[in-house]
């Protein structure tokens, strides 16, 4: 962690939830009780030995302290406020700063609220049209897809008890990369009398796998290839041996619709099926040795790029973790159909990606690996790579899917990435200057801009034109967001 960390609402929180007085807890923690009144009041930053200490004593991560969690908020409510609702009393960025640091609990619940608000107000238009009325112009969003993504990105999609049972499954049973699809059909067979096979008329219905229960029977898609199949059968040995743990996993997530709650329990069994392919310690020894080159990777574990990518984006156990990674895949007209992050960059919820980021280009050149140097607004800069993965349409009538991954570390990492050979990592002036999408970044120079940012005014001037489609005025705090 770096720089000034004040969290004196969750230092509170814990404090009371232990039932100890400011007192009792500085005497616990070798603090002064003036010093941690003015830790719990935001108006001390915490210090490097204060966050050790209370870690200790709450037996927490010392990132439970971090100014990671509060720039997420920042960002997720200052798009909340962007919503017209809010259109004649727009927060300023500061003032959105102060509130989160102040309650974060009570921003987490603000953006709970306004999405319970969304939902309905989208479930109201979609009745309406049904009925005849006029609905048009209005975009419906997966908003069950959204929480169990913010689930997901709040575990900084780690999953650590999964993550062990799988990774202790592989060891005891002995699964060799090389053999998983053998071994895992065999594993099915002896210990659930499942019995695995081709369904010959599932390509043609659209169906990748089908579990049928009462037969016991799984069967895959004909054109499925081989690293998918060993995907679904760890999906569903998920689902035959840990179904307690996941679903005990869903409950304590408080997702607010049965939908969010079956999307989750597919999400952690999936997740499960990536542990148990690629195992934990074997595979973060494996990605270190060969420099995070996920080509090399795909051959050693016979999987995927994009499987590759994802599980890379998961390593972060406690005391064991890897390089911690950004991760998304995009469509080729720039929707995200999957986002995680163990960095501090923050995918936007609302409008489009940033333009600029290189997996666009991807598909321009597909099958060849992009990297590229970027910097956000916050100063932050990353290594990011990313190149198209395509999914076999199984027939020469069909459509195949294509889309393209994007994989990013920040820089402090990047000299453990064989993609940073050649490339001076120190020279910030190389960097592309990007963003999460055009609402919520304030580059004001930035000529690729196809929306003005959220809480900003527009100068307007007919007597002159620039290269920036909008001249935007400076934040009225005359600070930088």
């Not at 048009?136 to 008890?161: I, K, L, S, T």
């Not at 199949?229 to 040995?237: E, N, T, V």
């Not at 996993?249 to 939908?259: C, D, M, P, T, Y």
Request: net charge neutral.
């Amino acid at each position: 962690m770096s720089g000034k960390i004040y969290a004196g609402e969750r230092v509170r929180r814990l404090r009371e939830l232990r039932g100890l007085s400011q007192a009792a807890l500085a005497a616990a923690v070798d603090l002064s009780p003036s010093y941690l009144n003015q830790i719990e009041n935001n108006q001390r930053p915490l210090s490097a030995a204060a966050v050790i200490r209370l870690s200790a004593h709450f037996g927490v991560e010392p990132t439970h302290f971090a100014d990671d969690r509060d720039l997420r908020l920042a960002s997720e409510l200052r798009e909340v406020l962007g919503d017209p609702l809010f259109a004649d009393d727009a927060a300023l960025p500061s003032s959105i700063r102060d509130s989160v640091r102040a309650s974060p609990h009570v921003a987490e619940q603000f953006i709970r609220l306004y999405r319970a608000y969304r939902t309905l107000s989208e479930e109201f238009r979609s009745l309406r049209e049904a009925v005849g009325g006029d609905a048009a112009g209005q975009e419906a969003a997966p908003f069950p897809y959204d929480e169990v993504r913010d689930f997901f990105q709040e575990q900084r999609n780690h999953f650590e008890a999964l993550d062990y049972a799988a990774e202790a499954l592989a060891e005891r049973e002995g699964f060799s990369a090389s053999s998983m699809l053998e071994d895992l059909t065999r594993y099915l067979s002896l210990r659930h009398g499942v019995t695995v096979g081709v369904g010959p008329d599932l390509a043609r219905e659209g169906v990748l796998w089908r579990y049928d229960p009462d037969r016991r029977h799984l069967a895959f898609s004909e054109s499925a290839p081989r690293e998918s199949r060993s995907f679904f059968l760890g999906h569903q040995i998920a689902l035959l041996d840990h179904l307690p743990e996941i679903q005990d996993q869903v409950r304590r997530a408080s997702l607010s619709s049965a939908e969010a709650r079956a999307i989750a329990r597919t999400g952690l069994a999936n997740y499960f099926a990536g542990a148990l392919v690629m195992p934990y310690r074997r595979f973060l020894s494996e990605a270190q040795r060969l420099r995070y080159d996920i080509e090399r990777l795909q051959n050693v574990f016979a999987t995927s790029f994009e499987q590759i990518c994802h599980r890379l984006s998961t390593m972060q156990r406690p005391g064991l973790p890897g390089v911690p990674f950004h991760f998304a895949r995009l469509d080729i007209a720039g929707n995200i159909s999957k986002r995680s992050s163990a960095t501090r960059f923050r995918f936007a919820r609302f409008g489009g990606a940033c333009p600029l980021w290189n997996v666009h280009q991807a598909f321009a050149q597909p099958g060849r690996t992009l990297v590229q140097l970027a910097r956000t607004p916050d100063g932050v800069t990353y290594l990011c790579i990313a190149r198209t993965v395509t999914a076999s349409a199984g027939a020469y009538l069909s459509r195949p899917r294509e889309a393209a991954v994007w994989l990013g570390c920040e820089v402090a990492h990047a000299d453990q990435l064989v993609y940073a050979a050649g490339i001076n990592l120190r020279d910030a002036d190389t960097a592309m200057p990007i963003g999460s999408s055009c609402k919520v970044c304030d580059r004001d120079d930035c000529r690729h801009r196809a929306f003005p940012p959220i809480g900003r005014g527009l100068r307007i001037d007919g007597r002159e034109r620039h290269v920036v489609p909008y001249s935007v005025a400076a934040p009225a705090d005359g600070r930088p967001v």
